[in-house]
């Protein structure tokens, strides 16, 4: 009975034991921030105000910028504590932000917006644009033919998120309408637009399905781009407006057009702030 009742103990002790382990795990699992690419807020506090005016992006090439413009705003400092800026990088990311309505400022596609049906969950409103673009598939030494017999067998790098155009839904489209799939093909996926442009250049893959800048000039041939589609939805800066918050409005319209004027890639120096927004009273 004794050698019973001793079994029993040191079972309950080593269940305890593991149970505590689990729990210490389970809450360092916890402490483990999001798998995204970056998290950008003010140095110091704007105010003691709690709230967070949350920022969601995918391009590092105004995240800092956009950062610093809105920390320095009288506007952001009187109606937040402080600016959080996420930039992600995949899906995953642009899911947890846009789809949960968390972002109040977010820079994506129209299509992403109304994929998740935002605009009319969230009331996200377009409040500044960049210019549509066109997708095309892009050769280093000759001009891609729009064929099965040009196409079949050859490498071709997209991007692994399924909510791009011109790196993920056209050329899709466009090899399953000429009788193409990964049978008789071969799809290489990257997770950013540079990345398909350097394998490109280190001969990984024959073509790209990409858009085109000036940049590209310097390294590439535009006579060797084949247009995929013409008018793609370019990035749209969107408002969560649940409230009529039109200061704030005016204030981040007046905060993107000037990371826009600052900025290095020539796709976001044009943008086009959408009407009314109101200057704030004196």
Same mark, same amino acid.
């Given at each position: ?12 002790? !080593?269940?305890? *034991? /593991? ?23 003010? %140095? ?13 992006? #995918?391009?590092? +090439? ?14 952001? !400092? ?7 800026? =996420?930039?992600?990088? $995949? ?16 820079? =994506?596609?129209? $299509? =992403?917006? %109304? ?9 996200? %409103? ?12 892009? +050769? ?5 033919? /729009? &064929? ?37 093909? &071969? ?11 350097? !394998? ?8 790209? &399905?990409?858009?085109? &800048? ?14 995929? %589609? ?15 918050? #039109?200061?704030?409005?005016?204030? /981040? ?6 990371? +826009? ?15 009314? *927004? ?5």
């Amino acid at each position: 009975m004794f050698r019973i009742g001793k079994t029993v103990l040191i079972i309950v002790v !080593a269940g305890l *034991c /593991l149970a505590a382990g689990f729990f210490k795990k389970l809450s360092a699992f916890d402490s483990i921030p999001p798998q995204i690419g970056q998290f950008l807020t003010c %140095e110091t506090s704007l105010s003691t105000n709690k709230d967070l005016l949350n920022i969601y992006l #995918t391009e590092n +090439a105004v995240a800092k910028s956009l950062r610093d413009n809105l920390c320095e705003n009288p506007v952001v !400092a009187r109606q937040f504590g402080t600016v959080r800026l =996420v930039v992600g990088h $995949n899906d995953y990311d642009t899911f947890r932000y846009i789809n949960h309505g968390v972002a109040d400022l977010a820079l =994506v596609k129209s $299509n =992403v917006i %109304e994929a998740f049906g935002a605009n009319l969950i969230y009331d996200y %409103e377009v409040i500044a644009a960049h210019e549509d673009y066109s997708a095309y598939f892009i +050769a280093l030494r000759e001009k891609p033919e /729009l &064929s099965k017999e040009y196409l079949i067998g050859k490498r071709i790098g997209i991007l692994d998120y399924p909510s791009s155009r011109s790196g993920y839904i056209v050329p899709k489209t466009t090899l399953q309408t000429l009788g193409l799939n990964d049978e008789n093909l &071969s799809l290489h996926q990257y997770s950013s637009h540079s990345a398909l442009r350097s !394998a490109l250049l280190a001969g990984e893959v024959d073509v790209i &399905s990409s858009y085109w &800048s000036e940049d590209d000039d310097r390294s590439l041939s535009k006579n060797y781009a084949t247009p995929l %589609e013409d008018n793609v939805s370019g990035m749209r800066w969107y408002l969560k407006m649940q409230t009529r918050n #039109t200061d704030l409005r005016c204030a /981040l319209q007046r905060a993107i057009a000037k990371t +826009a004027a600052a900025s290095e890639k020539s796709y976001y120096q044009n943008v086009d702030i959408a009407k009314g *927004c109101q200057r704030e009273k004196t």
